[in-house]
């Protein structure tokens, strides 16, 4: 694979995490489903992977940008783990809806094991030394970095209007900041 490749896959994977908590935004107000402490968590994860994906898009691909994007992954599959584990015992209510069949949090396991399969995968094949990267951006991962910065800011702003500066409650109802 060319390096021209894996830049355009990280953008791509910049797009599509960003896209994914825009999705959450989205349920969040037309559904009118507050995340839960462990959505927040998982959201929180899908930032850092989106911070690893980023950082290889402005500074060129580096192995410790993949570093982060695994970290993240991990961290977020393990909140995601997590929240599955609290509603597959049967009679157990679910939180939030369901898209295609799975709640959020499962999809959200599904993408963050994706994403650690991707990325490994990615490293495992990628053939050439790890070559300091172009600082030079394209047109498309100019848009995307502002998408992604975009969600980012947003999810952080939905949250601190949710939870204020205190911990957010257990099954939230309202909105600290519109109480």
Request: glycine share 10%; hydrophobic share 50%.
């Amino acid at each position: 694979m060319e390096q021209k490749h894996i830049y355009q896959l990280n953008v791509l994977g910049m797009f599509g995490i960003a896209s994914v908590l825009f999705a959450g935004i989205f349920f969040q107000f037309a559904l009118d489903e507050l995340p839960c402490p462990l959505c927040l968590l998982q959201r929180v994860g899908f930032a850092l992977v989106l911070f690893g994906f980023a950082l290889n898009v402005r500074f060129g691909i580096r192995q410790r940008h993949y570093g982060i994007v695994l970290m993240g992954a991990l961290f977020g599959a393990v909140s995601a783990l997590r929240q599955v584990s609290l509603h597959v015992i049967p009679g157990t209510p679910h939180y939030g809806s369901d898209v295609m069949g799975m709640h959020y949090y499962t999809w959200a396991f599904v993408i963050f094991g994706l994403t650690i399969l991707g990325v490994s995968v990615l490293n495992l094949l990628w053939q050439e030394k790890w070559k300091e990267g172009t600082d030079t951006m394209t047109k498309i991962g100019k848009y995307c970095m502002w998408f992604a910065i975009a969600s980012v800011f947003l999810n952080f702003v939905l949250t601190f209007a949710e939870c204020g500066p205190y911990e957010c409650a257990a099954d939230p109802v309202k909105y600290w900041l519109f109480n």
